[in-house]
């Protein structure tokens, strides 16, 4: 229910920004990408108030809260006075003018949603895994099975969106559809509230930030200290000691020795440890110092899925341009540009399936390996198929600018193409999210430690921010450098007039170049190794990387 809000906004936020608020394609793209961007950044302050003080209950239900406000006073302020004059906001009649205390709520609006849905987020996903032991193996492999349904939930709760939503903002009745999108956040909300009682809750850790600290200036501390090599000497607290940092203790891997150092007991140490206590600032636990090196271990692999994120947010913004500058009609019916998308939400439900029940045992019984592809194996076959999108993107772009009108005022619906030939690009952008962002849900819960489980989560978010911030960048750099002597550039306001395949090839190209230092990247990386409950050495099963 919050995602089919949320879409009910997002999904055709750049025709309302063109079509009720007067901007133009590329500055209403690059707003779209800033607003999308700034929501998923949201999510780092979310997991931040989750981990450290909150909890993941109560984090929820505050920016549930909050995207709640934000929907009510963006369906006000259309409702009152952005849609003027009555019956504007539709391809045939443009909205007028606004003034700054108009435009100042309605962005204070949609960035109230930004914060409320990008602090919720990564903590749903989180709170969702909570509800599952690992430690069981029935609840553990429900856990795995959780993040594929859990991605399936949002994108089927965005069809309805994608489907009946934008129809009616397409013609013009976005107070309709914003009201219907409020009206779905408060029943997401009071829905949560209900089940309080049936959930597991975990107490937060405690500040990160205060715990990273600690480790790097103990570390410095002990810049001339001799270290063993095998590493058998650093500290380790005892029992339920250690769930200061977590409910489990995280074993010692090689790697990042000057970390290592926080964790070297001197002999002044030594002797203060008949009382029982240590200072952290100057002794550090191995699996404090391990909970650093795990996020320095997966920094590279989280800047390598950003590109991708850059692919995706196109589907948001230009493929619905794109769109809107086909033939989108059939017989007297006309399709809104933005409910293409519908077609990357059944891709992904067809592609969850087909990977869960089809691709995942044939692979699993053919490297005789139960848990089949590794997480960053699947994140990996996304990338190769987000560079086949944008060539499928570029290649469409080709032809719909081969029976597109040049001298049309409006080029809406100027093109003899059917919009129905993106059916391809969206499938094919379907099926990368079920590797990529599945598979990124997934690493990053998994191979967060313990403290920072919501953290883990918000890295996948912030991945998809920082993808829109870079395709924002991407398209002013793009029109600086194209629209020179006269020439209108890639990204016209005017489509036809402009060459949006080659900002399709350039992606497709960057990527390819993306997936050669991810592929670097993966082969580095080594998986986080816990110690589980009961004192076992749980080792993940799959820390042998295979790319």
């Known amino acids: 229910m919050a995602t089919l809000a949320f879409f009910g906004v997002g999904v055709n936020l750049v025709l309302f920004l063109t079509r009720v608020l007067g901007q133009d394609n590329a500055e209403a793209a690059n707003n779209v990408s800033k607003w999308t961007g700034t929501v998923y950044l949201f999510s780092l302050l979310g997991a931040f108030l989750s981990d450290s003080y909150w909890g993941r209950y109560k984090t929820c239900a505050i920016f549930q809260a909050i995207f709640v406000i934000g929907l009510v006073s963006l369906s006000l302020s259309t409702s009152i006075f952005l849609l003027k004059p009555k019956g504007c906001g539709d391809e045939q009649s443009p909205c007028g003018s606004h003034s700054a205390f108009q435009l100042a709520f309605f962005n204070l609006s949609i960035y109230l949603i930004a914060l409320g849905n990008g602090g919720y987020q990564p903590n749903i996903a989180t709170f969702g895994a909570d509800q599952f032991d690992e430690e069981d193996p029935i609840e553990g492999y429900s856990k795995i099975a959780f993040f594929s349904y859990f991605y399936l939930a949002l994108n089927l709760g965005s069809l309805f969106s994608n489907t009946v939503l934008g129809y009616f903002e397409n013609e013009g009745m976005w107070a309709i559809g914003f009201w219907a999108s409020t009206g779905s956040a408060i029943l997401a909300l009071v829905l949560f509230l209900y089940g309080t009682p049936r959930y597991r809750h975990f107490e937060p850790k405690g500040n990160p930030l205060s715990r990273f600290s600690q480790v790097l200036v103990a570390a410095t501390r002990k810049l001339k200290v001799e270290m063993m090599p095998s590493g058998e000497d650093l500290f380790e607290l005892e029992g339920k000691k250690c769930s200061e940092y977590g409910d489990r203790k995280i074993l010692h891997t090689q790697g990042f020795k000057f970390l290592d150092r926080a964790a070297v007991i001197t002999q002044k140490e030594f002797n203060q440890m008949d009382k029982d206590t240590h200072n952290p600032w100057h002794l550090c636990t191995v699996t404090q110092v391990e909970e650093v090196k795990c996020i320095l271990r997966l920094l590279p692999i989280w800047l390598c899925t950003i590109l991708y994120s850059v692919v995706f947010t196109q589907m948001a913004s230009l493929f619905v341009e794109q769109g809107a500058a086909m033939k989108t009609t059939i017989s007297s019916f006309h399709i809104p540009p933005a409910s293409m998308s519908s077609f990357d939400i059944l891709s992904v439900a067809a592609f969850i399936f087909i990977y869960k029940r089809v691709l995942d045992p044939l692979v699993a019984l053919r490297m005789n390996n139960a848990k089949g592809l590794t997480e960053l194996q699947r994140m990996g076959i996304g990338l190769v198929i987000a560079i086949l999108a944008m060539v499928a993107a570029g290649v469409i772009e080709c032809f719909r600018l081969k029976n597109a009108k040049t001298d049309c005022p409006n080029c809406e619906g100027s093109s003899s193409l059917s919009i129905f030939w993106q059916i391809p690009q969206y499938v094919l952008i379907g099926a990368s999210e079920v590797f990529m962002y599945v598979g990124q849900l997934e690493f990053f819960n998994g191979q967060a430690p313990d403290g920072i489980k919501s953290f883990g989560s918000a890295l996948c978010m912030t991945s998809i921010s920082l993808g829109n911030y870079v395709s924002s960048l991407l398209v ?72």
Request: proline share 3%; aromatic share 14%.
């Open 476 to 547: 002013t750099i793009v029109m600086r450098f194209s629209a020179r002597d006269n020439m209108p550039g890639w990204i016209p306001s005017n489509l036809n007039k402009g060459h949006l395949d080659h900002f399709y090839f350039l992606l497709a190209t960057l990527t390819t170049v993306d997936l050669m230092v991810y592929i670097a990247c993966a082969k580095w990386y080594k998986y986080i190794k816990f110690e589980g409950k009961s004192g076992d050495n749980n080792a993940n099963e799959h820390a042998e990387l295979r790319v």
